[in-house]
Nanobody
Framework: QVQLVESGGGLVQPGGSLRLSCAVS????????MGWSRQAPGKQRELVAA???????DYADSVKGRFTISTAYGENTVYLQMNSLKSEDTAVYYC?????????WGQGTQVTVSS
């Protein structure tokens, strides 16, 4: 059974930084994409960052230059380094993996940016 477990969320002041981690357990035969999305209260879930198997990386315009996605395939972990955080970054952040047959989601971790 595949499980994705996020960690690293919390409360941070505007301008601060957080690093989210997503640990993947279980067997996935083929990974097409690993990424992060977020959902703020009253809003739809949106893509934040994704890294494809060919190395292509995509970011939402709102986080470009501030967030960095990275992976450690040997550790089956995907990270999201978030710098210069803004109040509008407040949301539940979810990691996901798109495999050849299924898409897997973590349970989410809360990020709150507030003074």
């Amino acid at each position: 059974q595949v499980q994705l477990v996020e960690s690293g969320g919390g409360l941070v002041q505007p301008g601060g930084s957080l690093r989210l981690s997503c640990a993947v357990s279980g067997s996935i035969s083929s990974i097409n994409t690993m990424g992060w999305s977020r959902q703020a209260p009253g809003k739809q879930r949106e893509l934040v960052a994704a890294i494809a198997g060919n190395g292509r990386i995509d970011y939402a315009d709102s986080v470009k230059g501030r967030f960095t996605i990275s992976t450690a395939y040997g550790e089956n972990t995907v990270y999201l380094q978030m710098n210069s955080l803004k109040s509008e970054d407040t949301a539940v952040y979810y990691c996901y993996i798109v495999g050849s047959l299924n898409t897997y989601w973590g349970q989410g971790t809360q990020v709150t940016v507030s003074s």
